[in-house]
């Protein structure tokens, strides 16, 4: 453990007129505080605190936030209270500290209703003051690098955590450095045979073609030397992480991945970064659609580098990052770039962005949604987002996250836009709605009266902020129908448990519930937000249980007309459970889909062959087929393994095929028969988490004949 000494000298290095005599007096009472306390490590619990605090002193953070790294244990796992710390250190300081305890205690991975609510809470301390989360952020990067001392079960569950939520919230902010070696080190955890694997191509890579970074380091700095233009080159190989997800994303073997190389240039002014670029153009030839001009166009986080992708030496790629002194320092502290300081005093960083707007921004685009599901599905698309920047006809910008389409496009205009799309053009051409924006496009939206969002919609925009527009239009629009399927679900639900469906039954049911009014009941039950069943238990505890009955496979269905055929479709395997959507078919009855699946897109323009479907409540047999694939480490007993799993959860593997074989994996698919999607989560969850296990996933195939 370093000591005050050393801290003090560490702040000193970049703010000589640091408050000594505050940081010393935060080290005596945080050390006293701890003092018989141990980590998992066996090392005294102080040495944490220190090494958070030294890790902020990295990114040139105030003496109020290093205090608080030093003493933010204290009111959470100590004696020591808040009104002590705010008596010795200042109310600044304990806010800080407290807001510190507070996220500490917010379990992040519990409930989606808790969970949501729980994020609501993070977005709070944020706008409160966003050191909170900087000092979390350094905590986490500490324990992650710790933990191995920690037991089998609690490094998994910090380490998806990690994943889920701490690493993409660090990049959210900026800080890029801490997001890829928080995700590495998850990574190093969650999967450590897939990590070792990459590791070990890149020693085989390195052995067999030399050391690629230094010669194509050389390169660039001779051509600059050539320019007459004085800068800065670094070559890195990307993260074990950043390479495995690049390998599931496009599906590619290690082998034929190109770009696993990134370089990084810094000059001392923006007209610099444009030569430099033209250099490297002029070099090396550009890889298309590869170019992103984040200077002229920056992130929300203030990040600004103009990003290229070049075929380098050998053909191979290799991605180039341009950018000043100035945005070097915003692209490495993100927003904490506010708050840093350099020769004593704050820096004066043009490029850094103002911590309360960034948060403003964020929170304003999260809270549109109107439940927890909502909430959260908005707050993962914006923590795992980037930006792509497209204009209107006007020229003024539109910023949306990448995948973005032109519906996302016409929300983020107005919700009136959004939901009277009905086509959108492209530098001037006709494209589908669900046609992927790119940096740069000039996107102008075609609006009829009269036009309404589509059920489809959900699936084709990638926003949170056009997600909750559309389903509230939908709700609006559907709600006499959900409320007429709902009462006939009712019905059904109250005549297995021997009871007669009444206003007044339903009523109380809203009440118990939270719920406007029998109507507001009944539409949630039609559109499957609240289940027929969950009401009856909710007036009848006792009965719903006495009464739970196997629900026969010939009319396993609510919805169907008296003689009408059923079955499920092959693309996308709805199960009990799940919400679908019927389509009758000429020859073939109705066929359900799920109510994601990918061919519904195609259907949108013929409504009249769409039918409201809902799974009888209650057991179903497990006889629903569903397609799985797996890759799995190819050693001894481990398919053995996979098929005892599957069957001590009560499934039976109906077929197995290997789709690739490789000499670290296999890549296997496998389909089993489950009763619902409490079944199948059940298979899913056991599967992952077995460690021969690399990757399962739910196939999903829209040119299977449904």
């Excluded at 006499?480 to 109250?494: H, K, N, S």
């Excluded at 809902?614 to 190819?634: A, C, D, F, R």
């Excluded at 077995?690 to 996933?697: H, L, N």
Aim: neutral net charge.
């Amino acid at each position: 453990m370093i000591t005050p000494d050393d801290l003090v000298a560490l702040v000193r290095n970049y703010n000589p007129n640091c408050d000594e005599a505050l940081i010393r007096r935060a080290w005596d009472y945080g050390e006293a505080m701890h003092k018989g306390q141990f980590r998992h490590s066996g090392e005294p619990y102080f040495t944490h605190p220190v090494a958070v605090a030294s890790l902020l002193t990295e990114m040139r953070l105030d003496d109020a936030t290093l205090v608080t790294a030093l003493l933010h244990d204290t009111i959470e796992d100590t004696k020591s209270t808040y009104a002590e710390v705010e008596t010795l250190f200042g109310h600044e300081i304990a806010e800080l500290v407290d807001g510190v305890t507070k996220l500490t205690n917010l379990q992040l991975s519990s409930t989606e209703a808790k969970q949501a609510e729980n994020f609501r809470k993070l977005l709070i301390a944020m706008s409160r003051d966003l050191r909170v989360i900087l000092v979390k952020l350094a905590d986490r990067l500490h324990n992650m690098r710790t933990i191995k001392s920690m037991r089998a079960d609690k490094q998994m569950q910090k380490a998806r955590e990690t994943m889920d939520i701490y690493a993409p919230l660090a990049g959210r902010m900026g800080m890029q450095w801490m997001r890829e070696e928080l995700e590495d080190l998850a990574f190093r955890v969650i999967n450590p045979e897939a990590r070792n694997s990459i590791l070990r191509r890149f020693i085989t890579l390195q052995r067999e073609a030399g050391d690629v970074i230094a010669r194509i380091t050389a390169d660039i700095r001779l051509e600059m030397d050539k320019a007459g233009l004085d800068g800065t080159v670094y070559g890195r190989a990307k993260k074990p992480y950043s390479i495995w997800r690049k390998m599931q994303e496009k599906n590619l073997a290690f082998s034929r991945l190109s770009d696993i190389y990134g370089f990084r240039i810094i000059v001392d002014d923006v007209s610099q970064c444009y030569q430099v670029l033209g250099l490297i153009h002029q070099r090396w030839r550009a890889v298309p659609g590869r170019f992103k001009d984040y200077i002229s166009q920056p992130k929300n986080n203030g990040y600004r580098s103009i990003h290229t992708t070049v075929s380098g030496r050998d053909g191979k790629r290799v991605e180039v990052q341009i950018r000043t002194r100035q945005m070097h320092e915003v692209a490495e502290a993100g927003v904490a770039a506010h708050w840093a300081y350099r020769d004593g005093t704050l820096s004066e960083n043009p490029f850094a962005v103002d911590p309360a707007k960034w948060v403003a921004t964020l929170t304003e685009r999260l809270d549109s949604a109107e439940d927890h599901d909502e909430f959260l599905e908005n707050v993962k698309l914006e923590m795992y987002s980037d930006q792509v920047f497209c204009f209107t006809p006007k020229g003024d910008v539109i910023q949306l996250p990448r995948g973005a389409t032109p519906l996302d496009f016409a929300f983020a205009i107005h919700t009136r836009i959004g939901n009277s799309t009905v086509s959108a053009k492209i530098d001037g051409l006709r494209v589908p709605l669900w046609t992927r924006l790119r940096n740069g496009q000039s996107v102008e939206i075609i609006t009829a009266q009269g036009q309404r969002p589509q059920n489809s919609w959900i699936e084709l925009v990638h926003t949170g902020r056009a997600k909750a527009a559309i389903r509230r239009s939908l709700r609006e629009d559907d709600r006499d129908r959900y409320i007429r399927l709902g009462r006939e679900l009712a019905r059904v639900a109250f005549e297995k448990v021997g009871r007669k469906v009444t206003d007044k039954a339903l009523a109380a049911a809203a009440q118990s519930m939270a719920l406007k009014g029998v109507d507001n009941l009944l539409a949630r039950i039609g559109a499957a937000e609240i289940s027929a069943r969950a009401v009856v238990e909710q007036l009848y505890p006792d009965l719903a249980t006495l009464h739970a009955e196997e629900i026969s496979s010939t009319r396993p269905v609510i919805g169907l007309a008296p003689g009408q055929e059923f079955r499920r479709a092959n693309c996308c395997q709805p199960v009990p459970g799940e919400r679908m959507v019927g389509i009758s078919y000429r020859g073939k009855g109705i066929v359900a889909h799920a109510i994601d699946c990918d061919v519904l897109a195609s259907l949108e323009s013929q409504p009249e062959r769409w039918i409201d479907l809902q799974w009888q409540e209650g057991k179903h047999p497990p006889i629903h087929t569903v397609s799985l694939e797996l890759t799995i480490s190819n050693s001894s007993g481990v398919l053995g393994r996979v098929c005892t799993l599957i069957g001590d959860h009560k499934a039976n593997i109906s077929d197995l095929r290997f789709l690739d074989r490789k000499p670290d994996y296999f890549r296997i698919l496998v389909e089993i028969d489950v009763s619902d999607v409490r079944h199948l989560h059940q298979i899913l969850t056991i599967l992952s988490a077995e460690s021969d296990i690399a990757q399962v996933i739910r196939v999903r195939d829209p040119n299977r004949q449904p």
